[in-house]
Every structure is written in C-alpha cells, then in structure tokens.
C-alpha cells in the first residue's frame, strides 16, 4: 500500500484527463522502468543508487539526493552532483525538521520550493548559490506508512519541477520507499548473518587460541566487514597511557598508520575519557584536536568514524576505531556489533594476561629450578631428596660422584645405597636416629662416617629436611652432606692433645698428693700386717684361739680389699685416654675423690660435709674425666684454706639437681677466696695464685666439663673463702650413651 | 681388772684400731682404744701407766698436739707415734716432745711390740 505517493496505475487511471496521451504513456512507459529497475538487485547500495539515477533522469537537470532517516537524523545515503561549479561542500546530514528535507521528512509530506534562497527553511544557502540551484522538491519515502527517508531534487530553474514532474515523483518515490525498505530489511538480515558469523568465529578463536594477536587481528577484520569500514584499527594502551594502533586495516598514510590516540583528544580520547561509544560523521563535527591529530585523519581522507572502548577488568585497556572516508555515518547497528566485537577483543586480551602471567609463573619456576639445580651442584655437599619412607632416591646432585667416588647412577639404582654405605660402626646408630626423626617427623642432624668407594672414611654432617608431604600424600626427605672429615680429624687431635694433657696434670696432681696416697695405702698395710701377727700370737697359744684367728683372717680378707680398691680407683685415674662415658651418680664420683683424698684432707685437718639428696638423676659422663674434676676443686678448696690462718678449715658438698636437665656440683670452701677482680681469669691457662702451681688445672677442668655439655664456674662467697660448681646434663631418658671422641655411635645433634 | 701397765691405741681408722688391739693382747698386754684424742682425754686415764701408741694424723686434735697437751701429767705415760705420712719434721717435733719411738706405718708389728715391751717390761699376763 502507498499512501502518501500513489501507485503507477492509480496515477495513471487518475489522471485520464491528462491530453497529451502519447507523453503520458512513455512517461507510464518510463516510471514502470524505473521501478523494475529499481527493484531489480536486494543490495541496498544498488537500490539507492538506482533510486537516485531514476529520480534524476525523471527531472532534467536536476541534483537527486536519497537521505535516509537514522535515528532522529535524515543521513545522506546516495547523492548525484552532475556539473559542479563550485567546491562548496553540500550537507551531509540533518536533523528532523532541521532544513527543507527535515521539513519534508517531519511534516511527511511533499515540499515544492520554487525559490530555495528566499525560503527561511533553507540551510545550505552557500552550496545552493555556488551552484546555482534556485527549485527543490523534497518527497517523503514512505514504505507501509513508515518513513524511511527523504527524496531532494535540486533545479536551476523551477519551471523543471513542474507537477506533473512532482506527481511523477511521488509515485515513484513510493516505489522507491518500498524497494529501499525491502534492500535494508534483506540488507539487515544479510548483516545480521554476517555478524553471526564473525562473532561465532571469534568465539571459536578465543576458545581455541591462546595467540591474542592473531584474535584481535580476526576482531579488526571482522569490525572492518561488519560495519563496512574503509580504515579500522585496535588500538591498546601503552606504558605512557596512549593508544597506538596494533591493527590496522585500509591506512594508506604511514601518518595515520602511526597514529596514537591520547585520551581527551579526538574521537578516540573521549571515548577514553568516557567510557562509551563515540561517533561522528562530518570530519567538521569532529571534537578539537591538536593539528597534528587532524593532519594524520585527513592524511588519510578519513571523515566519519565511530569508536568503541575495549574495557579490561573496568578499565580501558584498548578502542576499536572504524572509519568511513565518506561522511556517510555509521550507524547504531554497526555500534551495537563494534561493542560485540569490543567485548570479545576484551575477553581475547583477559584470556591472554592470565595465559601470559601463568607463563610468567611457568617459566620463572624453571628457573628458578635450574638455579636450584646449579645451585646444587656447585655446592660442596650431596644434596639428596629421596621418599620419607621408602628411601628411594628422587635426587642425587652432582657433586655426590667428586665427594664420595661412586656414579650417581649407584644412588639411583639401590633404594638402600646410604644406609649401605654408612660406615658399619655408625650405620644402626645413624639409621636407628634418622628413623626416629622421621617417625617424629622432625628435622634432624646427623654425624656418621661413610665409606668411600676408595676405602676412604669420609665424616658427614647431615641435615636433614622432612618435607611436608606433597599432592600424593608421601613425605620427602632432603638430606644435605657435608664433608667433614677434615674438622673432625682437627677435633679428634685437639682431643688427643687435651687427653695427654689433662692426664699430665692428673699425674701432677696425684704427684702432689703422693705423700697422702701413700698413707691411704699404708692403712690397710697395717691393719694386715698387725693382723697377720696378732694370728700369729693367738696361733702360738695353747690352746690355739681359733674363733679369734677367723675373725682376724676376715678382717685381712677386708683391708687387702680395701687397699686393692684404692689402687684400682688409682690406676683409673693414672690411665691414659678416655673413658666410655655412662650413666654416673655424681654423688658417688664425690664419695670416690673424698676416698682417695682422705689422707690428704685429715692431713690438712679438713672436715667435709656433703650434702646430696636421694635419687639425684645420673649423668652422662667419663668416670675418669670427672673425678679429675671434683679431685682438682677439692685439693685447691684445701689448699686455699692452708695458707691463711683460717681457723675453720671446712668443705661443703653440695650436690643438687640444676634446672630440668643437669645436676650441679658446688665446692664451697672457708679459704682466701679469689683475687677479687681476678675471678673470671681464674679460668685462663696459666693464671695461678699458687707458688708451684702450673696454672692449667682450672683450664683442664673447664675443658672437661664443657666436653661434657656443661659448665663450670667461680664466686666469692659472702663472708669468706670461694665456691666453684660445675654443672653435668643428665642422661636423656633411654638415649644410647654417646661419646666425646665421636668415635661410636651417630651423635644426634639439634635440628639446625 | 688388775692394774698394771696397759697399753692405749689412739687411731682413728676403726681396722688398724682393732688389729693393734689384737696383737698387744696377743702379746699379753692389757689394750684399751680410742678413736680420737678427744675420746682419749675423756677417759682421765693420763696418770695411769702404760704407754701410748697415737696416730699423728687424727681427726680434729692430732697425735702431736694430745702429746703436747698430756705434757707433763703423762710422766708415767710412754709415747709412741705411728704415721702413714712421711714427714722428717713431724718425727722431730715427735721426739722433741719426748716420744720413745716413731714407727712409719706400714710398720714391722715385732718392732711395735718390742718398743712397748722396753717401756712396759714384760707383760704381767703371760
């Protein structure tokens, strides 16, 4: 139906009266033409250039332009200019109501200008003069009774716009309305196919690409295709906040092709600035801009561009820029598609940060474990990770084959290639602490011996590390060896040398009290010998006193004890070397000392007082070694008291538990005391107070003890005399006893 | 008990104490021992004749000084000191004191008996 225009026949049929019938049937002729040809493609921009031609052949001399409404404004689609004059640029666009095509197109109904200057609606009027076009009539397309745009003829003269022309016109321009509506709807399908099929595609890249580039690349050209654009770039953001162009389709200028958008410049930075869309026609309607900006746009003889802002995680992080080298706008569908499009550049660019950050993480774990791996290699130690509880080795470094000569290949092959290689005297000790730990799940350190492949005993320090366990529930061990063969051969000398020493001043000072020892000895000599003649007496008797003689005899039987222990407790004390350390009662270690000083101390008119509570804890300590001890103290508690008139000749014992894990021993006694200011120095080698002191008793001493994990130390009593107390660890629990030389059993260090 | 000459063992080691005690009354001697000087003074046995054979090394009081401190009142007292310690100065203050003998323990126990035996005489009970 056409309701503002009128069909071919109706024309026809209404205007019988017209005379000149012979005119009238080739003007029928003619129009039926134009509307077969009109209809004759689907393609709008066929359409509309038929539709143009048409209408210009049906007025001689005229100037046809077909507008189109979009939205609220009239846009010029197609356009014929024959015989320009002038370069005076005609409008592109008007606004409803704005102009005489915005007149026509508001008030949807023909207008007929004979004289376009003198008509106040008239906007254009420079154009207008600078061709010489004085006549317009403007046509309303109307199809099914909806505007689709307007159809402008332009004239010299009015006269060419006659009514019959106008009537002709109006008959086809409902043609036309309706042939141009059918070319946008097969148009708008056509469209909408394509953009199903460009957004489908890009959905499938993004799926299955992991390179951005090459999907921003098929977003471009897809935003190039859908909204018919001449030159289309992405652009994303750079480090300095602007947007240079990443792709770019159609540029013909190397100005345009470097172009950076700066927000808040041109189209492109307000839709920055903005966030939203941004579009305009005209190259004159454009936002102001820097003259460079503007030389590269027309550079490349863009006039129309529409704009999209590609937001990352909320913000801009890139612009989908289409532009048209016509002022031909683009159009709400070509936004709605662009911001489609926009969305997924967005998605493409998210995927890709996570896929690039997750490569990041990748690659920095690489190296970070090849670091490791160099690491671990020039460190001079194994570095072993192998499974909490199988042993099975994950992990061998390097340096294993220089420290201890077999091939890593070894480790790898025999599950139980450490415990087998431990040297057999440390293996049950070393294997029995690193089960323990590990069932404790605690970090542990070691010291063993291994066996080299060349025979060679090789001292390790093993830290040992139990890693939580991982994804499959298993825990790893990683050991790390060192070498330390060298320092403990060191200690071992230090050891040796500070054993011959402390024998030499055991000597000494037994030497020392040898007057006092001989008179331990002699005591029981006499009780035997005195026995052995009373027997004797009692024997010659008559009759012989027989109950008396046994009593006797028990009673040598006892002294010759008495006096084999002494040298027995002697001979200890004179051995060379070390002792096994065990488990000691402390206060017996005092009992025995005050045994062997006995003499000496009744000598020198001492009394001692011990004091010790029942069931002290035992110790872990060398007999030998800590008698040595308590022998030095006391003899030095006596000889302090000899020299001064001290009337109160007086040791006091006291043997208590100290803290939760040791036991001390003070020796308090009623002597000179110490030099005041000379307390702590006591302790130096050399430094004696003695006239024949050697000075290294003390030092002997403190060695001892600290060989023994405890301490040994000095004060002034309050009112007279001094009080050194050394302090020994107990024995842990059940723990295996250990040894000072290291030479038995794995001794289990803190962990690290 | 008869009166006569006895002789008192002063040593502080309980074993040689009691075997002394056995070889004087081997030999037929009246014994009584002492642990300690102290015990010894105590006993006001310091006019009785007899002799005396004392440790030097006792516990608090020594052989010496109960020596010293009998003096004169021991006139009719012997004295004879025994030793586990060598000790030249000891033995001469011994006999400055006025001991009849110095045996260094250990001692040959015939020569302990036969210095008691000069002092003493012999014994009443053989």
């Known amino acids: ?752 | 008990m008869t009166s006569g000459p006895a002789v008192f063992v002063v040593d502080d080691d309980p074993a040689v104490r009691i075997a002394l005690e056995r070889l004087f009354r081997g030999a037929g001697w009246r014994v009584r021992t002492f642990a300690s000087a102290e015990e010894f003074l105590q006993q006001d046995l310091h006019l009785a004749r007899g002799c005396l054979v004392v440790d030097v090394h006792l516990g608090s009081m020594s052989g010496l000084e109960l020596h010293a401190t009998l003096g004169d009142r021991a006139a009719a007292m012997s004295v004879i000191l025994t030793t586990g310690v060598d000790d030249v100065n000891m033995e001469l203050e011994a006999f400055k004191l006025g001991a009849i003998a110095f045996f260094r323990k250990p001692f040959e126990p015939n020569e302990l008996l036969e210095s008691v035996g000069q002092c003493l005489g012999r014994p009443d009970s053989r």
Not at chain 1, 225 to 234: K, N
Not at chain 1, 634 to 650: F, K, T
């Open chain 1, 1 to 752: 139906m056409v309701h503002s225009g009128r069909s071919i026949v109706e024309w026809v049929g209404g205007n019988g009266s017209v005379s000149d019938t012979e005119n009238l049937d080739s003007r029928l002729e003619l129009l039926l033409r134009l509307v077969e040809s009109i209809t004759a493609s689907p393609d709008l921009d066929q359409v509309l250039d038929s539709v143009i031609r048409s209408a210009a052949s049906l007025v001689e001399r005229s100037r046809s332009t077909v507008w189109i409404l979009e939205g609220p404004r009239l846009v010029a689609r197609a356009c014929i200019e024959p015989r320009r004059l002038s370069d005076v640029p005609n409008r592109r666009e008007f606004a409803l109501g704005d102009g005489l095509p915005g007149h026509a197109a508001l008030e949807r109904r023909t207008l007929v200008v004979p004289d376009v200057l003198a008509d106040p609606r008239t906007v254009s009027r420079e154009y207008l003069e600078a061709e010489g076009l004085r006549a317009c009539a403007v046509i309303p397309l109307l199809a099914h009774g909806r505007l689709v745009g307007v159809l402008e003829l332009l004239t010299s003269r009015a006269a060419d716009l006659g009514s019959t022309e106008v009537e002709m016109l109006t008959v086809f321009a409902g043609h036309a309305a309706i042939a141009i509506e059918s070319a946008r709807l097969y148009a708008d399908a056509e469209r909408r196919r394509r953009e199903a099929e460009t957004l489908a595609q890009i959905a499938r890249d993004l799926a299955e690409q992991h390179d951005v580039d090459a999907v921003l690349a098929r977003i471009a050209s897809g935003a190039h295709t859908l909204c018919d654009s001449d030159v289309t770039s992405l652009a994303l953001r750079d480090t300095d906040g602007s947007f240079p162009a990443r792709f770019m389709i159609g540029a013909r200028s190397e100005a345009y092709r470097n172009f950076r958008v700066v927000p808040g410049l041109g189209i492109g930075g307000r839709a920055v600035l903005d966030g939203r869309p941004a579009r305009a026609a005209e190259r004159v309607a454009w936002p102001p801009m820097p003259p460079e900006y503007a030389a590269a746009i027309d550079a490349d003889g863009i006039r129309s561009a529409l704009v999209v802002p590609i937001v990352v995680d909320e913000k801009i992080d890139g612009l989908l820029y289409v532009c048209s080298r016509s002022s031909q706008s683009f159009s709400d569908a070509d936004e709605t598609v662009l911001v489609r499009l926009a969305d997924h550049a967005a998605a493409a660019i998210r995927t890709a940060r996570l896929f690039a950050a997750e490569q990041a993480a990748r690659s920095e774990a690489q190296a970070s474990a090849a670091n490791f791996r160099k690491l671990v290699d020039t460190l001079d130690a194994i570095v072993l990770d192998a499974d909490a509880e199988t042993f099975d080795i994950a992990f061998v470094n390097q340096r294993a084959e220089a420290i201890l000569g077999y091939p890593v290949e070894a480790w790898y092959a025999d599950p139980q290639f450490w415990v087998h290689h431990v040297h057999p005297d440390d293996r049950d000790g070393a294997a029995a602490e690193c089960a323990r730990a590990i069932a404790e799940n605690r970090d542990h350190v070691l010291q063993y011996r291994m066996v080299a492949v060349d025979g060679r005993v090789v001292w390790m320090h093993d830290m040992v590390r139990v890693l939580p366990a991982g994804t499959d529930g298993r825990r790893q061990l990683r050991s790390v060896m060192v070498d330390i063969t060298a320092r403990k051969q060191a200690e071992l000398e230090v050891q040796q040398q500070q054993q011959v020493l402390a024998h030499l001043t055991r000597v000494a000072t037994l030497g020392e009290l040898s007057g006092a020892l001989a008179h331990e000895l002699s005591q029981p000599l006499t009780s035997i010998l005195t026995n052995a003649r009373a027997a004797l007496l009692f024997l010659a008797r008559e009759p012989a006193d027989l109950e008396e003689i046994r009593a006797i005899l028990q009673d040598i039987v006892d002294e010759d004890r008495r006096a084999t222990e002494f040298i027995r407790r002697l001979r200890a004390l004179l051995r060379r070397g070390e002792t096994p350390r065990q488990p000691l009662d402390l206060s017996e270690v005092t009992g025995d000392v005050l045994r062997l000083l006995h003499s000496e101390l009744v000598a020198h008119g001492v009394a001692v007082t011990t004091h010790a509570p029942p069931g002290l804890p035992k110790v872990n300590g060398d007999p030998v070694a800590l008698q040595q001890v308590l022998l030095n103290l006391i003899v030095n508690a006596c000889d302090a008291m000899r020299s001064g008139q001290s009337l109160e000749r007086h040791i006091d014992i006291t043997i208590a538990v100290d803290g939760d894990s040791a036991v001390r021993v003070a020796i308090a006694d009623r002597g000179t005391g110490l030099p005041p200011n000379d307390v702590e120095r006591v302790f130096e080698p050399f430094f004696t107070t003695k006239v024949h002191g050697l000075g290294l008793g003390l030092v002997i001493c403190q060695s001892i003890v600290t060989a023994h994990g405890g301490h040994l130390s000095a004060k002034n009593n309050s009112d007279r005399g001094a009080t050194f107390w050394f302090t020994v660890p107990t024995c842990k629990g059940a723990d295996a006893p250990q040894r000072v030389d290291g030479r038995g059993d794995a001794s289990p260090l803190d962990p690290i």
